[in-house]
């Protein structure tokens, strides 16, 4: 298994523990994560499309997923784009500062 694969685990992992607190489930049961990539680097990219388009949650939810990620050892970067979304640019321009 190579480095990013291990990580790639890691990362699921630790999304699992991400829990959304009006429907007690964790993203990754949620689908509310797409497009998960984690490279060799420990680079992470994902893409964030909240639950629906004024999702009340969906700032911090993202905020939690971020933090969660960059707290791995190996994660280098986590890069989060968001879509489906009414202040999507907003929140991925307080993500990816």
Do not use: W, Y
Not at 12 to 18: K, M, N
Not at 68 to 94: D, K, T
């Amino acid at each position: 298994m190579s480095g990013s694969e291990n990580l790639r685990g890691l990362v699921q992992q630790r999304l699992s523990d991400v829990i959304d607190p009006e429907t007690g489930l964790n993203v990754l049961r949620m689908e509310i994560i797409h497009e998960l990539q984690v490279r060799e680097d420990g680079t992470v990219s994902l893409i964030f499309r909240p639950s629906s388009p004024v999702c009340p949650m969906a700032f911090s939810l993202a905020n939690s997923i971020k933090r969660s990620i960059e707290a791995l050892e190996g994660v280098s970067s986590v890069q989060i784009s968001v879509e489906n979304f009414n202040r999507a640019e907003q929140l991925e321009s307080l993500l990816n500062k």
